[in-house]
């Protein structure tokens, strides 16, 4: 009886083991597919737009068994690569299980300026605050007695770009500055972008790399006459006559111009920008392409495409006749998003221009948007996959939004997509946006009107109906903002105060 017991005790011990073998293998099974699901939903994610593939922590019931997920998102150090792991447990204690898949992407489209800025940025944002102590411009590049009002920023692999204007000629305007230690920015070099006889400076600047070297992309501020103005196309002092503007700079220590580009007005390219006087001041590069925004002309175009493939021989390939002053440019896909002021004698009364630019030398308009009002100028605009994020000046209504999140899935129906009645999910800031980024669930607003203190908000929009503020931080010396830029999981801010003096803050938490 003692070894028939035994032998049934070793029996039913066998029966369990094997019941709770088969159970882990299926739990097992199921896990790498819940795993393998996840990893291929962020890899699609992430071909579609790099900056949608985020962290993620959930569960899931499965034949009673509750599985814990994960994504984690691992930026690398060339900031066009993430490393994707997807990990899955379930049991607890000594029981526990987990199962894991690693998988790589890159931003392999826009290789040559890849918004470095983190998917998903870590830290308490509740608590976000400047981080460096000396903020003034004129200080930070040893000049302060100068005035400098800053105009644009560009955060590119461990260097910020840094565009200025200023009312002393021969002054540089374009800085750059070492930001591996963002807290202790360190000036590594500056260019004049004007010319010896003129006081004006960048409008707005943009940077790009490649195997043959880095160059900075300037609209240039200065409205000279282009009708009779004719720039040199290497000489500094040809810069007043010249919209766009490149520089070598891949010796940060000593910027170098490559090129002075006026737009034609050549019979051949007849009504390119009409007559009279007109300045860059809104600029994006995307795959070898500039969109270069205009000030307001007579007649010709405020949207051109220029090829920049040889920086040292840019060609103007089209453009479009927009009406108004360009404030902001996306482009995305072969669409371009222009951001623009409007008025009531206006045809279209719209904010944002919707452009198909898959064929460069003929843009053609396909739709845009109005909000409800006809106020509130088209300033600033993002995007992340079909959400295009746009900031307006501060308009005077109770209740409609100066930030909005537009449904743009269909470029071409973003009016209907986004009626008015109600207004489309957005925010009433009672400021105007002047610069905007989105990570994740979190939009960074950067607010302010000339002459006037602005700060630097951060909105929870993980519920477009229900926008929280997460925090905000003061600009120094009640400046407004002027531009704002991300790398890794730091913002750096620009705000000029009532005097024109610039300052440059660094946000994080």
Known sequence: ?????????????????????????????????????????????????????????TSQIVSSTTFTMSVAIVPQSDYVTDKITAAVSWGSGLLLRQVSLSTYTANFKHAANPDTCYSSLPGEWGGMRIQNSQTNFAQLIGAAAATYAITSLD??????????????????????????NPAALKLLGSVDTTGLSVSSGAAALIVATSSAGSYAFVANAYAANFATCKPKPTDRTGGNCAELQIFDVSNPALPTLVSNYELPTTTALAHV??????????????????????TKTTTGPEFNIIDVHNPFKPQWVGGYSVGYVVNAIYEKDNIAYIAHPTDSSASTQ?????????????????GGYKAPDKQGNGKSIFMIGDSLYLGRTVNTTASNNDFYILNASVPAQLATLNANTPQPQGKKINSSVNATIVRDNLAFLLTGTSG????????????????????????????????????????????NDASGKGYLSVIYP
Do not use: W
Not at 38 to 54: H, N, Y
Not at 275 to 286: E, K, L
Not at 351 to 366: E, F, G, H, S, Y
């Open 350 to 366: 719209e904010q944002v221009t919707v452009l198909d630019v898959t064929d460069k030398t003929n843009p053609v308009r396909l």
């Open 273 to 294: 920008t009409g007559t009279g006087s007109t300045a860059g001041n809104a600029i994006f590069y995307d795959n070898g392409f500039i969109y270069l925004g205009l």
């Open 452 to 495: 006037s203190a602005g700060s630097l908000y951060a909105y929870d929009i993980h519920t477009p109906t229900a926008i929280a503020t997460t925090s905000s931080v003061s600009l120094p010396n009640a400046s407004s903002g002027v531009a704002l830029d991300c790398e890794g999981s730091v913002l750096f801010a620009a705000s």
């Open 1 to 57: 009886m003692a070894v028939l017991a035994l032998m049934l005790g070793a029996a039913v011990e066998l029966a369990f083991s094997t019941q709770r073998l088969a159970e882990d293998t299926s739990n097992e099974s199921t896990a790498l597919s819940l795993a393998q699901t996840m990893l291929s939903k962020e890899r699609t994610l992430a071909q579609k737009d790099f900056s949608l593939a985020v962290p993620i922590a």
């Open 155 to 180: 955060a590119l692999r461990n260097r910020l770009y840094v565009g200025a204007t200023t009312n002393t000629a021969a002054s540089s305007t374009l800085f750059i500055f070492d930001s591996t």
